[in-house]
T-cell receptor, first 114, second 115 residues
Framework: AQKVTQAQTEISVVEKEDVTLDCVYE???????LFWYKQPPSGELVFLIR??????QNEISGRYSWNFQKSTSSFNFTITASQVVDSAVYFC???????????FGTGTRLQVFP | GAGVSQSPRYKVAKRGQDVALRCDPI?????LFWYQQALGQGPEFLTY????????KSGLPSDRFFAERPEGSVSTLKIQRTQQEDSAVYLC?????????????FGAGSRLTVL
């Protein structure tokens, strides 16, 4: 069975703090993809990143970085120097190869206060 | 269009009514998905189309739920005899069909409230 767990339901930080959102996944497939999506109050899910299971290199994009570790089945997301505009619900998701069907976690609500 | 368009954005139905939710995917996108998102939860897969073919409907919760995409572009999700547990946001997403898991582009959703 495939599953994504986001244990943190809600996180509150003050602007400029760093924050890490945890994601743990389960799958028996050897080829799979991991995603992060952002859902602002408007409701539309916004794609942030996709990584395949063969690429464990960490990735940095501006203030965002992702740490993929197959040994612990984790794909954590860090926001450096958080801003109020980062306030949203963040979802981690899993898809196996050759399918676009996403299995989502329950999401982490991030609130960044000024 | 530039993005995935869904209508109506908000729908209030009395229990027992039928509803129809529309999705206009990005032009040229072959794959189309419907997801259901209950309050405080992550989206859950309902059904998937490749062009006009419904390849996977394993997530539809009951036979009251029906989806179609007759010409391979616009899709409609129909819920018959709505019940309170159907209250949720219904998200549509589309993607190009190339090798590997594609990035889905989501619409803003249709929020259904069943009274």
């Amino acid at each position: 069975a495939q599953k994504v767990t986001q244990a943190q339901t809600e996180i509150s930080v003050v602007e400029k703090e760093d924050v890490t959102l945890d994601c743990v996944y389960e799958t028996r497939d050897t080829t799979y993809y991991l995603f992060w999506y952002k859902q602002p109050p408007s409701g539309e899910l916004v794609f942030l990143i996709r990584r395949n299971s063969f690429d464990e290199q960490n990735e940095i994009s501006g203030r965002y970085s992702w740490n993929f570790q197959k040994s612990t089945s984790s794909f954590n997301f860090t926001i450096t120097a958080s801003q109020v505009v980062d306030s949203a619900v963040y979802f981690c998701a899993l898809a196996t190869y050759n399918t676009d069907k996403l299995i989502f976690g329950t999401g982490t609500r991030l609130q960044v206060f000024p | 269009g530039a993005g995935v368009s869904q209508s109506p954005r908000y729908k209030v139905a009395k229990r027992g009514q039928d509803v129809a939710l529309r999705c206009d995917p990005i032009s040229g996108h072959v794959s189309l998905f419907w997801y259901q998102q209950a309050l405080g939860q992550g989206p859950e897969f309902l059904t998937y189309f490749q062009n006009e073919a419904q390849l996977d409907k394993s997530g539809l919760p009951s036979d009251r739920f029906f989806a179609e995409r007759p010409e391979g572009s616009v899709s409609t999700l129909k819920i018959q005899r709505t019940q309170q547990e159907d209250s949720a946001v219904y998200l549509c997403a589309s993607s190009l069909r190339v090798a590997g898991a594609n990035v889905l582009t989501f619409g803003a959703g249709s929020r259904l409230t069943v009274l």
